[in-house]
């Protein structure tokens, strides 16, 4: 039967967002579930399987990409604690699930997906090379060259949220180290600069305030509080190096700046790239900075885009 | 006829070096032309072909490949100073030169295609995602993704060597910046660093020489020269640094690491992979270093890699 559906899977801790598209990326259909994550989430591929055998005519999908919160390499996903998963052949065990055996199945990072989205309808559409960055709680990437994902040997390509960037090493990241890319440019890592600078000027708005948020950050420093912009221009700058050295490793045609910091517009896009130049050879013609638009549908999109 | 052959042609400054490989990748023959600058080098690829023309049955012969001195972004090599060209779009002039029209052309640049040599033939031999980091008067790299050489879109990618890593900004660079991998890490950084540093004991082993070269800066370290030691470790450290951030961007199956500075050996990737694991997330299960295999037969090498 002729193929006419690709179908992308964003597998969340909370939720699991399955969109059906056509051929050409266009959004057919969308569908949540809640994450089973029972029994070390060995229901989660199961109940996926039956949601699509209920609800879509799989003789006509052509290929289910999954985003999965975790390193993947080669279909397999290490550590997918959020799910409950340990080790899991996601690619495998869920080929087995299917009875069309002609449907193509891939698996790759969320984040690294969500880069893929953005490359696939969104604002890197058109772009063969691609880096995006989602500033959240933390910070995650991905890395699209020649229009694949690049997963990378451990599944670590993307993890730019990992960069030693603070050489003082001020702040303790999730991940064990000090001083990455996220303790310092993340939501978490605004707040973590706000907190240390605000100390120095008791008239900085900031001070007001128990509770600081990124959001209050950027909107005091849009009205001119000294310190919020100095908080501000420090977490771009960590930002915009953090740019010049996946430049100097890849020269992508494009960043995209997505996640909830990212909410902050185009003040954080200029921001990024005026200090972006300072640390990129001479050489480099004009980078491109964009702001993501498919928010949290980029996954689906970009689920998708690895069975197009 | 029969395709049989792949000609790898690395174009530097000096010379002009022509490989005939097997579609496996075993030379076959090579041979060195003069590199005839004069008149903007406009006689150097008329030269080249006319070389084949003369030497090899270009019927029999499946994609010529180059490596050029420069950035190259789709067959077009911008500043390339080296040859005295400005830009010149080498596939297209090229191919016009070629009488059969069915062999495929390609070109990147030299860094990049070493990169590709030694994974073609090399230490890299049988991966798919190869970083090369090429240490001599200055620091080149070259990025293999997914068995694809990695141009990016100003040609940059690779470009390893000008990541700012020398926080302090100590040194100039020949790029116009401070603080580049090139300017601490490189032969001339080493002996930057050593200059520096001998000042402070005047027993060190390296206040006995005017000129300072790397290789003596090794030698010392290897018999336990204090200050050589020291020389040794910060400039590896810078290494191990770019490796990680390398890492964090593509996580390449191996590192391998040439050019005139490799040849202290093992020594040399030993100090490296030791400071590797401190700057990388504690997921990264292990990355591979190796000393490069090919010297400077990598281009020619990589040059064929392009058509295979």
Redesign the interface.
């Known amino acids: 039967m002729m193929k006419k559906y690709l179908i992308g899977i964003d597998v969340g801790g909370t939720a699991i967002k399955i969109g059906q598209f056509d051929l050409a990326g266009v959004m057919i259909n969308k569908w949540d579930l809640p994450t089973n994550k029972t029994d070390c989430g060995q229901h989660i591929l199961p109940e996926i399987s039956h949601f699509l055998n209920e609800n879509i005519n799989l003789e006509e999908v052509k290929g289910i990409g999954f985003g999965v919160p975790g390193?993947v390499t080669a279909g397999v996903i290490k550590?997918g604690v959020n799910l409950g998963w340990d080790t899991i052949d996601v690619v495998g065990e869920f080929s087995k699930l299917l009875t069309n055996k002609d449907i193509i199945v891939k698996v790759s990072n969320d984040a690294n997906v969500a880069a893929a989205g953005e490359t696939f309808c969104g604002a890197a559409q058109g772009y063969q090379?691609v880096c995006l960055f989602t500033i959240g709680t933390g910070v995650g990437g991905g890395?699209i060259?020649?229009g694949?994902l690049?997963?990378?040997?451990?599944?670590?390509?993307?993890?730019?949220g990992?960069?030693?960037v603070d050489?003082k090493r001020r702040f303790l990241c999730n991940?064990?180290?000090s001083g990455?890319l996220e303790t310092v440019a993340s939501a978490t890592g605004i707040i973590n600069l706000a907190k240390l600078y605000r100390i120095e000027d008791p008239t900085s708005k900031l001070n007001r305030y128990d509770r600081l948020s990124a959001k209050m950050v950027f909107d005091f420093a849009k009205k001119g509080d000294r310190i919020a912009l100095r908080v501000v221009d420090e977490a771009t700058n960590y930002l915009a190096?953090a740019c010049?050295?996946?430049?100097?490793?890849?020269?992508?045609?494009i960043f995209v700046i997505g996640g909830g910091v990212s909410y902050a517009g185009q003040f954080l896009i200029d921001k990024i790239e005026s200090q972006y130049y300072q640390?990129?050879?001479?050489?480099?013609?004009h980078?491109k900075f964009a702001l993501a638009q498919l928010g949290n549908e980029a996954g689906m999109y970009g689920a998708a885009y690895q069975v197009r």
């Open positions: 390193p550590n090379n890395i060259i020649m694949k690049v997963d990378g040997h451990d599944g670590m390509g993307g993890e730019v990992h960069m030693l050489q991940c064990g180290k990455c190096y010049s050295l996946v430049t100097l490793v890849v020269n992508p045609d640390y990129v050879t001479p050489f480099i013609s980078a």
